[in-house]
């Protein structure tokens, strides 16, 4: 039985770098080697213990790496091919999937909540030497000649995540959109409404560094909230409120604010993880009557949405780099986690290269 | 100097039937001659204080009559036709009627939260012998011949509202919708689903009047919420949560099932007029990344949502008619406002004939 | 080697019922025994010689039956399970049925034009004793207990075709519509029209018998092309052209009447099969400039249709059975082709009994 | 009665520039004067007598100005205020206003097709000192300090006409776009695609100077028809076909090619004006069974546009002026219509300057 180098959650600050067994690929499964990797802001949560998985499992969804072995069934591919997995895994058989709602795929079966999520959630995760991945038809994404695995590996998850913010707003050609925090999520919300066409994008957060990366991410505005009313200064803007407003962080004040900056009719697009009983005050949505949508997204998987993306990084419409400021091997993990976790030198992504 | 009688509200618990000037149509404007209105839920809440408007306003805002008068730069109409107009009156020339949002109308200007509602909100009302129209051209809807005042009077704000319910959730072929309470709008709402395909219509209440009249109007189950726990009910019929829920109250309780009655990727329409603090419960919308959508919408209004409404009444496939349970004269009107009020004799919807 | 009868397609007019081998599960794949299917305008075509197929071919594409075998990958399905499955067996992993266009099946990698259609076309059809499926997982569609087979054999396709006119074509309600033919898939379209809450549908034939089902599965108004001036008379109906056309045959005749029967603006949803060159008359799509737009549609599959249409089947909603008015078993295949090629008795499809 | 100076059509190949009435304004009206206008293609046909209007008519359709009058009924303006109206002026009020398809307005009625378009077809244009506009409540745009009339005058048709072929043609982030023909209208498409995230844009074009300035716009990659096999080539380039392909010239062989380049599902977005009967070659898009949307638009007009259009510009998204090449006096038009008719001197658009 081959052994592999992998980041074991083992309980509540306690995850370990250590010799696991190596996966090996089942029916319609595939075993990739991983050449890169990242730490998220999930995993800070699991490591803290505000989000529950199971103590003996690899975490980390952010995949990259290089075909190691095919399952009977999954055809196309060659091993050694270089390849991009989303976060989330699709089956695309079951009736969440072929309803289009990949990210809430139950298994072939029904529907899940959060379904799609599998990767250092139920499953083991990408920090790690080798990992399985499950549906490899529906997930394997070949990497184009060109693109490096710094230039892809933030399509996993964070551009994915962050551009469905804008997706799922609907956003328009010649939109004002808000959105709030600008960490990695939030500043690839911020490039996603200016690829769709946006006229006017405010980013509002408070840390000085990520207000610079906003701007550089096609933010014509920023604003922090230490220092101004935002809600006040979106309506003197936009003349009235937002068209869109995104949520980015997963707090009641952003979501309050979300949606105290939006017009009648308009849309907030919400990608934050909420913990404990949100808040609806019933005048910021015209006690229910004010034509507003909340729409809720998690990270859209899945081959073809990675291809999509890919094919954008190629162009040169979006360049994911700048928001990979560090980078640790396996072993180093750890201080990884330290240095993402508290926020040290300016971080915003660490990458991880097994 | 022209009279009329007319229902004025001059405080919290105060109305009264007396003579007031006759309005004049102005530049762009019309006068019908009201010949059937009625009282609704929303005048209760203005009667009671719950809903803030000027003394000395007239109430009311479901007009059926006949043109008695047309400003200048109206074309297309003539005095006596019969019309209906809509509760709500878009200009149709503002920012928000120009990109589709009627019901949040600017009056020629911008976005205007809740600002299509005019009648017996700001302007006077229906529950009067005329009626002054704004933005005529847009809002006279002419009422085909073979279709009575009764036929058509809850198109201008029950029915309009209710459908809004299952065309803003989206509503398809086959899907499985839950429509909590089944008052007037509630089972408009009902209705709307069965017309739009849906293929099991789940209405919930604790009304047995109610629920029967749910069934008649399209509801494949009811549910008596005193009777069962509808979130662990609807779970088991459509086998782990329905693809639509309508809320039609504006409580806590009834939007919160709705939310916990959602299968993952599913559409919240909410219709409730909401008062105080919503909360939404972290967990019942897989705390934000269960792709839900919450989606709420204020009755469309405008002469081309009349002829619609109408012509489906028209072809029979819904009537509105036993919705309509009681009828007083306007000089009776404060009868009508304490049968309605305290839900005697089954009333489910009182009309008015000035 | 065990053998089973099927019906062969051998070159033009040339069909013959023989023993064949029996197919075998492979991975991902699952064999059902038919209980139930049919023959379908398209065989007509493939017999003919219009549609080309390789000869050797087992034909027909609308399967019911009951799971024999179940291949490695495949899970949640019983030997023994009474199941459907579509005419369209998509993979669920291709770039085309990640997007959500399952109809253009790419088989695990790209778009794949018709990709979706293999049933009789590409590969072993549905009449004959056993039937492979491919991509088993996301196609067989357990058969809810209390409907019978013939109850949803034309779910496979007649009906899923039908009514992805009206739901391609957006209708919406309060929407008039115009179904031009009524065989099989014009009734169902017209069906479906009314399921999604048109208030007017027109059909249009020139055969009595599908007119009086017209009427049966939902036409207000029916329009014998060899009476009446349907174009006129739907401009008549309708004040100016309606909003939704549906072709539901394949003629130029059809479609371009289609064209002049709508509104500005309005959609003409195509569900026919054409030969040679379609032409779109200048004038009457207001020289381009009409905002019309035109949509085709190939029949969705898929487990999840499948299911769909099975809850309206359920509900009572639509019932499919008055359009199987013909039955033989699969040895008298051939006089089934003949009553249905020739349209003898009445016939509207053909139910083939294995 | 006081007079002004306009060019007049008097019959094919007939203009004068002449005195004529100068408008005043009515109910609901305003007058312009008008500071910059140009020649559109639309002209060249009319005085060609490829498109008939009335003898007598003032032609043109791309105002800019400043209001000279505001009729009864008009509020929220000054006189002196700059403004753009767009080519399309809908009434807002009528059928199709209504229902959101201002374009096929119908004047306070129904519908009507190409109903919005009035300047200079069925009223008098913008090719004058003064322009009598109508419905002005809904179409008077105001400026934004910042930004000069060259910047805004391609808004009126050239831009909003462009921009709607990839909006209709709904194009989302990390599409491909083909756009066949780089005039004014291909290369504002072109970089309607851009500005809507797609990843791969494709401009077409015969001409040597739209070539480049289609890189300007936006285009990835440039293809001269006479050079190279088309549709073999974006078949390569893509990968099978394009997700979207717009049509900006209106003849049988780009919309052919714009068939021929789909890929399955994909949508052709229509913007040219056809003459003669169009043919759709049935095998181009897979017998009507592809699942192919042919969607035609009309430029999209009212002031809500307009705003929408000049956000773009003022955010420096997107800028027009390198399109506006030449430039005339009133007096001077009939050479501006030679030039722009003859394609002399690398000529895009023309402005005229009253």
Redesign the interface.
Known sequence: MERMRANVFHGVNDIRVEEVERPRAG??EAVIRVTLTTICGTDLHIVRGEYPVKPGLIIGHEPVGVIEELG??V??YAIGDRVIVGAIT????C??????????CGH????????GWRFGNTINGAQAEYLLIP?A??NLAKIPDGLTDEQVVLLADIASTG?SG??AGGV?????VVVFAQGPIGLCATA?AK???A??IIGVDGDENRLVMARRMGA?VVLDYREVDVVAEVNRLT???ADVTIEAL?TQQTFENALRCL???GTLS?????????????EA??????????????CPG????M???M??V??G?FDPTPLVTHSFSLDEIAEGYRVFGQRLGGVMKVAIRP
Not at 108 to 115: K, R, T, V
Not at 172 to 176: L, N
Not at 302 to 305: A, C, L, P, Q
């Open positions: 029916v319609g009977p069934g055809t196309g699709p089956c695309g058989q009736r969440a999937c072929l309803s289009g709602q990949l990210s809430q072939g079966a029904g529907y899940e909540a959060i379904g549906y038809q529906a551009f804008a997706e328009r050609i010649g939109d004002s996603g690829l769709m066409g006229s006017l014509d003349g009235g409120g997963g017009r009648p009719g919400s990608l934050g993880v909420y913990s404990g009983k949100l808040q609806v005050p019933y949505f015209a006690a229910g009557i004010g034509d507003y949508r909340i729409v809720t997204t998690l899945g081959k073809e949405r291809r999509r993306l094919s954008i190629q162009s419409r």
